[in-house]
């Protein structure tokens, strides 16, 4: 690295990362702006833009597979979260579901902060259409953007799979409405299926929002922040790379390297709680206790069923289908956003012990707990690729379960301590529960799918789930076999980690812009609110 000194450095070339440093290269073009990235680029070896491509590159050198500690909550078993290590990060690895959050996550949002109105949802509505382009021009310009860098398309835009009509009967069976338009701040309800993916391409953040102007190094780690101890209270002053280098910042650093690394760079650096750092040797330089706490992710449960009669051309695999427009994005039409019923919800939260505030914003109605998909693809190695699968995902939106994100045994090492706790409420397994339950009776139990979905294909050594299948099997085998979806979030909440301005308290020239800075969770998939989030924190800067 020729230059070793730039107004802002950026750690971190994911998905908020390359949004970030191309917003403020924009806002403030004289200013020189460094992206460091610990991945490499994932460049033309890699296929970061197909359907299968995408799906491969999950567990590849693009991959951070960070591996958590043993999980008593499900069953003492050690996950594995997927996370981008390359330019793009997350972004390279999803699968480019688009949704926003309800209104009142967001209200949660800015609650957490005193009341904070630009962390609210009409606060942030402006930034997620700006970062967007929506597919239909003449839709309502209060909620949407046309000219931005991520093109929001719903699945039926470009396609339409067989089963489509038949889910959309046996949903209506079970009595939920049609949400024709999901970003209007209400995502209860049956509503397409959207995806940033452009002529059959996925969108990655480096290449949806333009570089040009910011310096971009790769395949080059962070070891820690120095700061300079003089006055008040410290001020970060660069970063010292895994090389020894040390690159300076002449005003910010912003970390933007995940919710599993931005806390371990933190406490590394002597940021956080005092116990932890002097059990590592680690010299504090702020105590603040609340870094890595609060960490979450949308846990769920996958599953698998056998379809009646595969000839008919139901799902990818079947020659009918053969066509690439159906591999233009994700196999999927439908995604169900559902509450919970109210006796279930009081009976949970009376176990939980939550009481108001926080009650009585979850007992509002049309707030939403559950999304269930169902793909017309295994999406998963050891299933025939022949059209007779389909997979499904019920996934919790509002998890009220907290883990914890810490040090690893070795300070330098890269994968920090990861103590998830997924499942550990009485609130998230009442969740779960009966969103399966309620697919159950979707695939098994509709009219409009008796002809279409013989039986569920349980993981090797378990029984099947049916409609007679009791609340204990149905725990027990989430217990089991449930995992994170990879929407990792909160370990620098807002409100306790950073301020309104994503500033790290007691620190100056320090700020974290990524999910980790989520205050509480949000409904849908996390990317829409993500590309808002560091719209709306380049502004922020750009303004300081």
Request: aromatic content about 8%; some cysteine.
């Amino acid at each position: 690295m020729t230059e070793s000194t730039f107004d802002y450095v950026i750690v971190g070339g994911g998905l908020s990362g390359c949004a970030l440093a191309s917003r403020l290269r924009r806002s403030l073009p004289d200013s020189s702006i460094l992206l460091l990235e610990a991945g490499p680029d994932p460049g033309p070896e890699h296929d970061v833009v197909t359907l299968l491509g995408g799906f491969a590159l999950q567990g590849s050198t693009l991959d951070w597979q960070f591996r958590t500690a043993a999980t008593p909550s499900t069953a003492g078993r050690t996950h594995t979260l997927t996370a981008g290590k390359t330019l793009g990060g997350g972004s390279v690895l999803n699968y480019g579901g688009w949704s926003r959050g309800d209104k009142p996550d967001y209200e949660t949002w800015a609650a957490r902060l005193g009341g904070d109105g630009r962390w609210s949802y009409a606060g942030l509505l402006p930034y997620f259409k700006r970062s967007e382009s929506y597919y239909d021009t003449e839709a309502d310009p209060e909620y949407h953007g046309f000219g931005g860098p991520m093109k929001v398309t719903p699945v039926k835009a470009g396609r339409k799979y067989p089963l489509r009509d038949p889910l959309e009967r046996a949903w209506a069976e079970l009595g939920i409405e049609k949400n024709v338009d999901p970003f209007t701040g209400r995502l209860a309800g049956l509503s397409d299926y959207y995806e940033n993916w452009e002529d059959g391409k996925r969108r990655p953040s480096h290449v949806a929002y333009s570089l040009d102007g910011v310096t971009v190094k790769t395949s080059c780690p962070v070891s820690q922040i120095v700061f300079d101890e003089g006055g008040q209270e410290p001020k970060a002053k660069g970063v010292v790379l895994e090389n020894g280098h040390t690159v300076t910042a002449n005003k910010e650093v912003i970390l933007s390297a995940g919710t599993l690394q931005s806390p371990r760079l933190l406490l590394r650096s002597g940021v956080g709680e005092p116990s932890v750092l002097s059990e590592h040797r680690i010299p504090l330089i702020r105590s603040l206790p609340s870094v890595g706490q609060q960490y979450f992710d949308h846990f769920a449960l996958f599953q698998w069923f056998k379809l009646k009669d595969p000839s008919r051309g139901l799902a990818l695999g079947h020659p009918s289908l053969s066509d690439p427009v159906f591999v233009a994005g994700m196999p999927v039409d439908w995604a169900a956003n559902e509450g919970l019923p109210r006796d279930i919800l009081e009976k949970a939260l009376d176990e939980d012990g939550v009481v108001d505030p926080e009650r009585e914003a979850l007992l509002r109605l049309g707030r939403v707990f559950v999304e269930t998909l169902v793909l017309y693809h295994p999406l998963a190695p050891g299933f025939p690729n022949d059209g007779s699968t389909v997979c499904t995902s019920v996934m919790l939106t509002l998890p009220s379960s907290r883990g914890r994100v810490s040090l690893p045994r070795d300070v330098d090492g890269k994968n920090p301590h990861i103590e998830p706790n997924y499942f550990t409420t009485a609130l998230d397994r009442a969740c779960l529960v009966y969103g399966v339950r309620r697919l159950l009776r979707l695939l098994l139990g509709t009219e409009a799918m008796k002809d279409y979905v013989e039986s569920e294909i349980p993981p090797p050594g378990q029984d099947p789930l049916t409609l007679e299948s009791s609340d204990g099997e149905v725990e027990n085998r989430i217990r089991n076999v449930g995992v994170a979806h990879f929407h990792a979030a909160g370990s620098c909440p807002m409100g306790s980690v950073v301020d309104g301005d994503l500033r790290v308290k007691g620190v100056r020239g320090l700020r974290v812009c990524d999910a980790s800075v989520f205050p509480a969770p949000v409904g849908g998939h996390p990317m829409a609110s993500l590309y808002g989030v560091a719209e709306q924190a380049a502004d922020v800067i750009a303004g300081a």
